[in-house]
Structure formats: C-alpha cells, structure tokens
C-alpha cells in the first residue's frame, strides 16, 4: 500500500501521525463558597464565576435570593437547580446529579453556605465527582463560624481560647475535651441536634445555666439572636433541618455593646420601593445597608413616544447649533437622547459648545455616566421649580441663541417652561419618552401591600404615587410613608396616605437615610416609655372573627 492512500476495502484515510483528535471536555464543578447568607460577602470569583455558569446547584433555597441582591444572573440559559427540595441527599447522590449537568463539558456552579470543605459532605461529593470523571475547583467564601459570631457582635479575642466546632451532622461526640472546656465556644450545627448538644455540653461539665445566645438565619436581614440558659437550648423551636449557630464562654460578655447588625435602625424592616420598571434604584441598595428587606415593585414602564420625528429633528437640532441649552430634567430624558445618539452614530463630544443642566444630582449623575459634566445643578432646591430659580436670564449680549431644548415625558408639568419663558427665553419641549402604567405586581405582593405587611413604602415620584396604588391599591394605615420631596407628598395625601418622612433633598440615598433616622428616632422613644420596640407590621390588630 502507497503512502497516503487507503487499503483494499479500506473506507476512510489513514490519521496523521502526529495530530491528535480531541474529545469532549470533562464536565466542569466549581465550588463556591457563598458565606453565611449575607450577599454582600459573595466573593468577585464567585459573582464571576455565577454569571459563567451552564448550571447553578443551590445549597438551600434562599440562595437564589443571592442572585438578586449582587445583581447577578446565572449566564444565558443556566438551569438553577434547588437540592434542597429533595431533602439530605447522600454525597455520592449528589455528585450523580452534578455529573448529569455536567455532560458535554459543561460549567456547573455548586453553591454551598459558608466555605465549602468545612462541610465534609461536600469533601466527599467532590470526590465523587472527580471519580465520575469531572475537574473541580473551589472558590473559597466567608466561613460562618468566624462571621457569624461577627454579626452577633462577639469578639473572638477570648483570653482563654476560642473553639470552631462545625457540627452540621450532629458529631458531638468528636468534640474533644479541651473544646468542651473553659473557653468560648462557637458551633454551627442544625435545629434538629439541639437537645444532643445540650447533652454533650453537659456531660463535658459545662454549666447548665451558663448564657448561650442562639443564632437562626445568621448573617441575613431574618438574622435572630437568643440569649437563654445552655438547659433551655434543648427546647428552642426552630426549623429541623435550618442551619443554628451556638456561642457560649467568657466573649459574650460585652455582646449588647458590640451587637452592631441587629442594632440597625431598620433592621428586618420590610420595605416596599415602588419604581420606574426598567430601573436600577440605588435606594434598595442604601435601605439594605440600613437592614431593611427593600422590596421593589415596578410601577411605570418607559417606552418611546409614540411619533418619534419630533424628537430626531430635535436632535438634529443639537448638532447644528439651533439651541443654546439642553436642559435634563430626569434620569429617564437622559437616556432617551443618550439612545438617540447611539442611534444616528453620534457621542457625547457631539455636545461641545452646548450648555447643559440636569435638575437633581441623580439626573446629573446619569450625565457624567455619558461623559458630559453639567454646566446648571439646582444647589437649594433639586426640582424643577428650584431649577427654574437659578435659571439665568436671557441675555441677547452673552447668549447668542436664545433657545433651549427640553426632552420631557409625555405627562410632564409645563412649569419649568412658563419660567424659562419668563425669564426670556424660547422653550422646545419634546417628548422624549412616555410612563405606562406597569402590570400589578402578584397576587401576594398586593395583599401584602393591603394587609399591612410592609413596614415602610418608599416614593419616589408622584407618578409612583398614583400608579401603585392603581395596580396594587392604597397600603395599609400602619404602613409608614417615606417621600422623596414636598410634590410627593402631596401626592401622598391625595391619596389618602399619611406622610411620616419627607427627604431633605429630592435623592433616592437621602430618602433611605431620612427613613432609617426616623425609624431610630422611634426605637429611642419607645424605650425611654418603656413601651415593646415593635415594627410597624407588628402593630396589625388581628382580624375579628366572624
């Protein structure tokens, strides 16, 4: 037989010798750590890592909350598996399951509390992934057992020691002598061992009143401290299979001094953000580090007007020199010229020798995000009333056009308007984008709305206002109403809603912070009556029985 050519009855060529054909990758599995519940302690590798992924393991069902609060989405068409709903799954079971997800060298992400090989379950479930034939790696994450006592405000600086015990499985037993001793002792286990604890603790000749404080749902916004005797731990009600640390010896002893987390003024605090659809508020993110649970609900989608020529002239209009001021009153109107821009090929520097004004600093924000630093910022009163005040007037020696341009929404006051007509000038308004009313959010958020289950609402808008309570109804009288400024308000009370906090300033940040000094001002005034510091929810009065 010739070189290169095939054999009698021979049907496909010869391979080269020195090229190798590949097959299919292994199945990939990364281990994330995703800390004690908190998502802000979610490490960049693990954000990474998640937004990658082909498969995403949950470790306990409030993890897919994670993906929520870090604003982070499993990649494209990632399947989000929950374990936890088929109960303690054996590690060998659990490796098969990631091993089906793996197939045809996919990603998959297993998420797991805390850091994951302090739970030797997950130790062995790599394993056996690694004998199926997968490549593993691990990101590590915060372990629960140093946050945790952390967020109780516990110092781990014990003169006479500090032990970890990780016990999620109940292995009391192998806890040694010199850890059930004098010194601080912090164990993560689960609510169904709890009388085991007890017993191994005394039988290791720990005091039976010795204080213990019990932590459930630990480093989140439900996180719940228990201060009670080590006699009466056996006896706490809490979820079988739900994850309960334990910290007892000498560190608790400066523990109300220290306990910052639970301390927050709004902390547990369910607060109901209404909002623009499409929008990413910072205003969850501040009322969250406050300790609030900020619940958004959109209100108003923003959709382009319906005759968008008017508006393409205008823009036109920018770039030839036909107006002397571009005038933003919104977050909404700078994104609406931002995306004509992109449309017809033009940027920021398109802009040079014009002036621009932005009616608040989150509008000017928004500015400066495009590249473009505002000539006009309203500094006493960010409305469009304020910025109407410090408008200057027209003056035909400085100002060579006399023209300014206003890109609006559809249902806009014509306010600013007649001031700037006042003040000399010739005033284009466009509309630039239109607010429809949103769907009603589910059933469950509307009852929650009505019923009283919010602490706090949060308006940001009139618009707001009225279209939450349009699709979702009026909230209930124990519910307190935070304002973002004096026109909401107003809008408020319209509606028959009683007003407890308005911002100083017309900011989303400012707001957040004005709810929570309201809301620790209220906790100081009922401790000093010496009155239960209960959360607006918990004052409902039960409803009477037919």
Known sequence: MKAGTAGKGSTTPSASPDRLVAGPPPGHVIYVGTGPGDP????????????????????????????????????????????????????????????????????????????????????EEAAACVRAGLAFEVIPGVSSLTAIP?????????????????????????????????????????????????????????????EVVVTSRGGSNQQS?????????????????????????????????????????????????????????????????????????????????????????????LVAGRYEWLCFTSVNAVKAVREKFDHFG??????????????????AQAMRDWGIEPDLVPVREQTAHGLGEEWPPYDDVLDPINRIFVPRADLATEQLAATLVE??????????????????????????????DFDAVCFTSSSTVRNLVGIAGKPHANTLVAAIGQATAEACEEHGLTVSVVAAEPDPVVLADALATFAAERRTELEEQGEPVLKPSELKQPRRRR
Not at 63 to 77: C, T, Y
Not at 159 to 171: D, K, Q
Not at 252 to 270: D, I, M, V
Request: avoid cysteine; aromatic fraction near 4%; proline fraction near 5%.
């Open 346 to 363: 033009l940027d920021a520097r398109d802009l040079s020798g014009l002036k621009v004004a932005a009616v608040n600093a989150e509008t």
């Open 423 to 452: 003040l000399g000038w010739e005033v284009e308004e466009v509309t630039a984008y239109r607010t429809v009313r949103a769907a009603p959010p589910p059933v469950e958020v509307r009852e929650a709305i009505k019923s009283g």
């Open 40 to 123: 802000e302690l979610l490490t960049l590798g693990a954000v990474r890592a998640i937004a990658e992924a082909a498969a995403v393991v949950l470790d306990t069902p409030e993890q897919r909350e994670l993906f929520e609060h870090a604003a982070i989405n499993p990649g494209g068409d990632a399947e989000v598996v929950d374990l936890s709903a088929e109960g303690r799954l054996r590690p060998s079971v659990r490796a098969k399951k990631i091993a089906k997800l793996a197939r045809g060298g996919k990603r998959v992400v297993r998420l797991v509390a805390g850091d994951p090989f302090l739970d030797g379950g997950v130790a």
């Open 150 to 210: 952390e967020y109780v405000g516990i110092s781990m600086s014990s003169p006479s020691g500090v032990h970890f015990v990780s016990a999620l499985n109940g292995e009391f037993t192998k806890v040694g002598a010199s850890q059930w001793g004098e010194g601080t002792l912090v164990i993560a286990t689960r609510g169904q061992h709890l009388a085991a604890f007890v017993e191994a603790a005394l039988s290791a000749g720990r005091d039976a009143e010795e």
């Open 225 to 317: 401290s228990v201060v009670m005797s080590l006699a009466e731990v056996q006896t706490f009600e809490s979820d079988a299979d739900g994850r309960i640390h334990l910290m007892l010896g000498a560190a608790l002893q400066n523990r109300e001094e220290l306990a910052w987390y639970e301390s927050k003024p709004l902390f547990g605090w369910r607060v109901l953000v209404p909002r623009t659809k499409d929008d990413a508020t910072q205003i969850a993110n501040r009322l969250r580090g406050h300790g609030a649970d900020p619940e958004e609900v959109g209100t108003i989608s923003v959709e382009p007007p319906r005759t968008p020529q008017q508006m393409d002239r205008a823009i036109k209009g």
